[in-house]
């Protein structure tokens, strides 16, 4: 099994920063693509990011290219995600997903492990 472990989350001011990060334990090298969902209330969750193992693909929900930048550190077995130009409507519980198959995914059902969420408010 795997473990994932999110923090950084927080209240900020529109326009600030966070930057989250996730780390993993457990069949860590079972791991390959590693993502960020996040699920505001009453709605669904949806796709922020994700990045290939080597860090080299990544991609983006249009809401938040341009503002937001996912990486990894595999000596760390830990992804992070730096929000900039942070908006109200970015408020939302934010989950870290991982899958063991080398494409990235926007869809829940794509990734096997997630980590508990961490609470993200963006206040105007």
């Known amino acids: 099994q795997v473990q994932l472990v999110e923090s950084g989350g927080g209240l900020v001011q529109a326009g600030g920063s966070l930057r989250l990060s996730c780390a993993a334990s457990?069949?860590?090298?079972?791991?390959?693509?590693m993502g960020w969902f996040r699920q505001a209330p009453g709605k669904e969750r949806e796709s922020v990011a994700a990045?290939?193992?080597?860090?080299?693909?990544?991609d983006y929900a249009d809401s938040v290219k341009g503002r937001f930048t996912i990486s990894r550190d595999n000596a760390k077995n830990t992804v992070y995600l730096q929000m900039n130009s942070l908006k109200p409507e970015d408020t939302a519980v934010y989950y870290c997903?991982?899958?063991?198959?080398?494409?990235?995914?926007?869809?829940?059902?794509?990734?096997?492990?997630w980590g508990q969420g961490t609470q993200v408010t963006v206040s105007s």
């Open positions: 997903a991982a899958r063991d198959y080398a494409s990235l995914g926007r869809l829940n059902s794509e990734y096997r492990y």
């Open positions: 457990g069949r860590t090298f079972s791991i390959n693509v």
């Open positions: 990045i290939s193992w080597s860090g080299t693909s990544t």
